[in-house]
């Protein structure tokens, strides 16, 4: 952390945050850019979360991050949204202009410029996107497959019906075909994929392990799982072990911070191998 009295303030608002990788990240290119400005952990009750933006904004924060549980309800309380975050139903990042609350989701950026980054920017062209999951990170994941202009996009979710209500909600935002498909329709759906996509919590440290078998997915397919604690996941594992070319959740965590940063304090930062290094080290040691 830079600092001084005109230091520009921003953080990241959850419950509990002390996990968030987010200070570590802030905090690099606050160091590498010499910008005079702070990036602090900011834990906020679900309950406190209209005080904490009008305090945060009263005592001069240009903006915050959002995480668990205030992506959606910072949503319901911003004045404007962005499209990506009328389109997920869920803000990451609150800027505080005017006494307003813009609310901005960059999930789906971060996540397409990580996809491009190690498959190349044409590689979902006219392919069919397979999504584990019917979250607000399922939601950002199909704009980003989207806009890579994928043809077709299935999302599988253990409880079919959210998968239902996440089509009918975004099939409105998007050029792709969207369909909802129940967890048992993989084995018959996995011949045509060519990414999946874990967006599910299955698999994250401390949660549950995700139970999904890659079998029948053909050999020139790619798997990307946003899990980024551990990095190393089960399914990236196991897709590794059969294969297939793997995207990890490093790239899409580094480069959704690239706008917000950006917003922040006015200078446009780079996700390099060295932060990934810098990241990595930092996992390794939260184990
Ligand atoms: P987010 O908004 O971060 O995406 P969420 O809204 O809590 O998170 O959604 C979590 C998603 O992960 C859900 O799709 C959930 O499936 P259900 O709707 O069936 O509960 C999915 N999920 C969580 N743990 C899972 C696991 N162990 N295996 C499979 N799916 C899991």
């Not at 009918?168 to 329709?185: F, K, S, V």
Request: proline share 5%.
């Amino acid at each position: 952390m830079m600092g001084s009295a005109s230091a520009r303030l921003a953080g990241v608002i959850g419950w509990p945050v002390a996990h968030s990788m987010s200070p570590l990240l802030h905090d690099y290119w606050l160091r590498e850019h010499g910008v005079n400005g702070a990036y602090l952990l900011l834990p906020v009750l679900r309950e406190k979360l209209s005080v904490a933006l009008e305090s945060l904004q009263a005592t001069g924060f240009c903006g915050v991050n959002v995480t668990v549980p205030h992506k959606v309800a910072s949503f319901a309380v911003a004045h404007e949204l962005d499209e990506l975050a009328l389109a997920t139903g869920a803000v990451n990042l609150v800027l505080f202009r005017d006494g307003r609350l813009l609310g901005r989701n960059t999930d789906a950026l971060g996540l397409q410029a990580s996809l491009e980054e190690s498959l190349g920017p044409a590689a979902l062209r006219g392919s069919s996107v397979a999504i584990l999951g019917a979250g607000g990170a399922a939601r950002a994941t199909v704009l980003a497959c989207d806009k890579m202009q994928a043809a077709t996009i299935r999302v599988f979710n253990r409880r079919a019906e959210r998968a239902e209500f996440l089509v009918t909600a975004m099939r409105p935002h998007i050029h792709a075909e969207l369909y909802a498909c129940a967890w048992a329709d993989w084995p018959r759906a996995a011949k045509g994929i060519f990414l999946l996509v874990n967006t599910t919590s299955g698999g994250m440290k401390g949660a549950e392990p995700l139970d999904f078998n890659l079998d029948g997915l053909p050999f020139g397919a790619c798997v990307c799982d946003i899990v980024y604690n551990p990095l190393k996941t089960k399914l990236l594992e196991g897709a590794r072990a059969r294969g297939h070319r793997s995207v990890d959740g490093l790239g899409m965590l580094m480069h959704q911070a690239v706008p917000a940063f950006e917003a922040f304090y006015g200078v446009k930062p780079r996700v390099t191998p060295a932060l990934r290094a810098e990241l990595e080290r930092a996992l390794s040691h939260v184990g």
